[in-house]
């Protein structure tokens, strides 16, 4: 599975962006896809999860309630609206994406997805 992330760029606190991960190479009703982030100096940590099929989500708890992760099947994309950002928000955005459905207790972590976007820069400022 091919994948490229876009629609990083400069946002104010309190404003929206949108994210994009353009996935290639593989079915995409077959992949279960997630986005994941790296601040600077700081591990890749998990930001939101949907399941293949029945489109199950799930979000760490510093973005429940404020981001949004949804898939455009006609363009074989997933999106990450992202409303009301904060400074602690910047970060370089990952997706990835997984065949098999992941095991729901290890669905945060960064070994249980099989392939990667290169990573787009979001920047929270004012």
């Known amino acids: 599975v091919q994948l490229q992330a876009s629609g990083g760029g400069l946002v104010q606190p309190g404003g929206s962006l949108r994210l994009s991960c353009a996935a290639s190479?593989?079915?995409?009703?077959?992949?279960?896809m997630a986005w994941f982030r790296q601040g600077p100096g700081l591990e890749r940590v998990f930001v939101a999860a949907?399941?293949?099929?029945?489109?199950?989500?799930y979000y760490s708890d510093s973005v429940k309630g404020r981001f949004t992760i949804s898939r455009d099947m006609a363009k074989n994309t997933v999106h990450l609206q992202m409303n009301s950002p904060k400074p602690e928000d910047t970060a370089v955005y990952y997706c990835?994406?997984?065949?098999?459905?992941?095991?729901?207790?290890?669905?945060?972590?960064?070994?249980?997805?099989?392939?990667w976007g290169q990573g787009t820069q979001v920047t929270v400022s004012s």
């Open positions: 949907i399941r293949r099929g029945d489109t199950h989500t």
């Open positions: 990835a994406s997984k065949v098999n459905r992941p095991i729901t207790s290890a669905i945060r972590s960064t070994d249980t997805w099989e392939y």
């Open positions: 190479g593989r079915t995409f009703s077959l992949v279960n």
